[in-house]
């Protein structure tokens, strides 16, 4: 009898084709109840913790947060205010105390040259004064002082501006380096002719009259008036042209140069050699073209022994290697 429920149950499946509830279970095995409850791996457990954080997230679950927690959510926001009004009157403190009062405005400044600080030099006192006149020194700007000094006073090389806090202005000054020898021979009215010696800087101004530095290229000009401080007897280019000349001719030929003649109109210079004869250079040639030709001349002319009046070094074209000399 008990083998036949069982192939009575067994033919029951394969006739409905799906699983008995677990009562019908008990019925046909004799197997204890089991009951499905719920778990949180089951469908049903994660959809109510899905629903309770939905409830969190909702105004039904701020409205259900207790007293004290909305209290201080509530005091937080004051704060936020508070420390937001704080911010913005402390930064508009700061703006007023700095561009609106005079702690901030230029009161002194002081000048240095090489080191030194001077004080006896009315333009650039005079100069420096007007434009820091009520300026603050936050907002000054230090190229605006720079370059005004520098266009007054051509003598300095550069010129530097440092701010102290919080009214201080220091200017540090650096002169153009002295840098030959001028003889100037003036033309008089008469005919008679006046030589002046000066002392010029990098820049090509007279920075001292009637001075000489025998360690310094000698330059000799023609003018119809004396020079005076300030003056220019000849430009930065032409003046850095000479001096660089003379220190590749003897350093090439191994002959002192005793003076440079600066022809402006010709546009020339005729080194004077202590081997008493002149060589001619063109100043619009480069130098260098110019002393070479001379160097590849040398073992047919030998300019140590040869007793010369002159060399022309000016001649270009065709002929560029050609020189021309006269002897005494």
């Known amino acids: 009898m008990q083998l036949f429920r069982r192939r009575k149950a067994k033919s029951f499946f394969k006739k ?22 719920a778990s949180p791996y089951s469908h049903r457990g994660t959809s109510n913790l899905k629903l309770r954080k939905k409830i ?16 201080r959510q509530k005091l937080s926001k004051v704060k936020k205010i508070i420390i937001a009004i704080l911010i913005v009157f402390t930064l508009g403190g700061l703006f007023y105390f700095t ?21 006896s030099n009315l333009k650039l006192n005079q100069t420096a004064s007007e434009i ?14 720079s370059t005004a000094l520098l266009k007054d006073n051509p003598e300095y090389k550069t010129i530097t501006v440092k701010k102290i806090l919080p ?3 220091e200017i540090e000054l650096e002169k153009y380096p002295v840098a030959a020898n001028i003889i100037d021979i003036i033309d008089g009215a008469d005919g008679i002719k006046i030589q ?27 003018t119809k008036q004396a020079l005076g401080i300030n003056a220019f007897p000849l430009d930065q280019e032409k003046l850095d042209y000479i001096i660089k000349l003379v220190v590749l001719f003897e350093e090439k030929f191994g002959i002192k140069v ?18 008493n004869f002149d060589v001619w250079f063109d100043l619009t040639k480069t130098m260098l073209s110019q002393v070479d030709k001379l160097k590849k001349a040398l073992p047919k002319l030998d300019i140590y022994k040869t007793p010369l009046l002159y060399i022309d070094l000016r001649i270009t074209g065709t002929n560029a290697e050609k020189i021309i000399y006269k002897r005494r």
């Open 16 to 37: 409905n084709d799906r699983r008995p509830e677990l009562k019908t279970r008990r019925r046909i095995f004799g197997r204890a109840n089991i009951t499905q409850t």
């Open 167 to 169: 009214k201080t202005i």
């Open 132 to 145: 820091l006149a009520n300026q603050n020194i936050l907002l000054f700007d230090e190229n605006l002082l």
């Open 56 to 71: 969190r997230h909702t105004s039904l679950g701020r409205m259900a947060m207790p007293p004290s927690q909305l209290s």
């Open 258 to 275: 005793s003076e440079a003649v600066y022809l402006k109109q010709a546009r020339e210079v005729h080194l004077k050699t202590e081997k």
């Open 196 to 222: 002046k010696k000066y002392l010029v800087n990098s820049n090509g101004m007279i920075i001292m009259e009637n001075e000489e530095n025998p360690d310094l290229p000698y330059i000799r000009v023609s």
């Open 99 to 119: 561009f609106f009062t005079e702690f901030f405005l230029i009161s002194d400044y002081q000048i240095y040259e090489d080191g030194t600080q001077i004080t």
